[in-house]
């Protein structure tokens, strides 16, 4: 496909959300706190039809996603229908339900990358957080598995609260472990993350000390480890350019088959989503409603609609914007440019110490310390 207009690229990156079954409970899931059914998931021949088609229409990479990956019983063979497609494969793991002999199977198939999810540096608290007993032990495992099939590593620290202010801690554990680069990745406030956030959100105080220890870090590691970081939304004074502008560069498929300009985008109402049921990759990239409604810079408001900087974070993420003013073409209030950003200091402000809302399928009691949905 050629880019029929500025505001028609081809998509570069897959996020193939190949379940949401998962183990663990994370209180910040990016999943829809709706969750997807197995008995809704695609098939094997028809994911590896969505990998050709999305190949054939320029992406070059997929990440195989959930949920828990793993728990999908055919993750061999569509790891190597991702490879035949010729794309580059990410596997994006909790390491929990995937041993070393599958792995080795992922590896033969053909799996470039693996991503594992690191919840804290103490044993006890990163099995609170997970809501799962034993994860922090499975994942060291299988990221030494990761290492001795030369497979490179990526982990994923997800930090909060409760884990903040052991960045270093997390950050040598990766150098540890083998990885070739650590994510410092901030909780983002969508999914689960949104009933979590009084119980997740940073202090003032210790976003300034990890902003002050990624630098000391990345000093002290040059060379040994790459160490991604930015500034978490709600301390920002720009917003991130959220998924590289909606249908820009990439797409995601829900385990149902409907296809997300982002993994939030179902939190906005009045959006149609195609499925690949239905409607082959290109078409939808092309002509799906959800795509086309916030593509290019028609749709803005002031003050994105004159601002400079609108083509280059595209007046920042939609559903940030829908979650905090239920107006999903408001400029995101991340920005200090937002006549609303104000809005962001109460809410950071509103800290509160009480249980986890645990990701599950089914609602369960907030106080549930129990393991994650097993389905
Ligand atoms: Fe970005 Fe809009 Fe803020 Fe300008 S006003 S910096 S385009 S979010
Ligand atoms: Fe949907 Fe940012 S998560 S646009």
């Known amino acids: 496909m050629e880019a029929t207009s500025p505001t028609l690229l081809r998509p570069l990156g897959l996020l193939a959300e190949l379940t949401h079954r998962c183990p663990l409970g994370c209180p910040y899931c990016s999943n829809p706190v709706a969750l997807e059914s197995r008995a809704d998931e695609l098939d094997t021949a028809t994911w590896a039809r969505v990998f050709a088609e999305a190949a054939g229409?320029?992406?070059?990479?997929?990440?195989?996603?959930?949920?828990?990956?793993?728990?999908?019983?055919?993750?061999?063979?569509?790891?190597?229908?991702?490879?035949?497609?010729?794309?580059?494969?990410?596997?994006?793991?909790?390491?929990?339900?995937?041993?070393?002999?599958?792995?080795?199977?992922?590896?033969?198939?053909?799996?470039?990358?693996?991503?594992?999810?690191?919840?804290?540096?103490?044993?006890?608290?990163?099995?609170?957080?997970?809501?799962?007993?034993?994860?922090?032990?499975?994942?060291r495992a299988l990221a030494a598995a990761v290492v001795q099939q030369g497979l490179p590593l990526t982990v994923?620290?997800?930090?909060?609260?409760?884990?903040i202010d052991r960045i270093g801690e997390m950050v040598d554990q990766a150098v540890a472990l083998g990885a070739s680069r650590v994510e410092i990745a901030h909780v983002q406030y969508y999914g689960w993350a949104i009933?979590?956030?009084?119980?997740?959100?940073?202090?003032?105080?210790?976003?300034?000390?990890?902003?002050?220890?990624?630098?000391e870090l990345r000093g002290r590691h040059h060379g040994i480890i790459v160490i991604d970081a930015v500034v978490p939304d709600y301390y920002a004074r720009y917003p991130k350019p959220c998924v590289g502008g909606w249908g820009r560069r990439s797409l995601n498929v829900t385990p149902s088959g409907k296809v997300l300009p982002c993994h939030a985008a179902e939190?906005?109402?009045?959006?149609?989503?195609?499925?690949?049921?239905?409607?082959?990759?290109?078409?939808i990239w092309c002509h799906s409603p959800a795509f086309n409604a916030f593509r290019g810079t028609d749709w803005m408001q002031e003050p994105c609609a004159s601002c400079p900087r609108r083509f280059e974070d595209f007046g920042?993420?939609?559903?940030?914007?829908?979650a905090l003013l239920r107006d999903a073409r408001a400029t995101d209030p991340v920005c200090h440019l937002s006549p609303h950003h104000g809005l962001l200091a109460e809410l950071a402000g509103a800290r509160r110490d009480a249980a986890y809302v645990y990701r599950r399928h089914t609602p369960a009691p907030a106080h549930a310390t129990a393991q994650g949905d097993r389905d």
């Open 267 to 283: 939190s906005i109402p009045g959006l149609e989503f195609w499925s690949v049921r239905e409607h082959s990759v290109a078409d």
């Open 156 to 163: 994923n620290a997800v930090v909060h609260r409760a884990n």
């Open 195 to 215: 009933p979590n956030r009084a119980m997740l959100m940073p202090a003032p105080e210790q976003v300034e000390r990890a902003r002050e220890q990624v630098e």
């Open 316 to 322: 920042g993420c939609r559903c940030q914007a829908f």
């Open 57 to 139: 229409l320029g992406v070059l990479q997929v990440h195989l996603s959930g949920g828990e990956p793993a728990a999908r019983r055919d993750l061999v063979e569509l790891t190597a229908a991702a490879r035949q497609a010729g794309l580059y494969t990410n596997l994006i793991t909790s390491a929990v339900g995937l041993s070393a002999e599958r792995l080795a199977g992922l590896a033969q198939a053909g799996l470039d990358h693996v991503q594992i999810s690191i919840q804290d540096s103490e044993a006890a608290s990163a099995d609170r957080i997970a809501g799962y007993e034993g994860a922090f032990v499975r994942k």
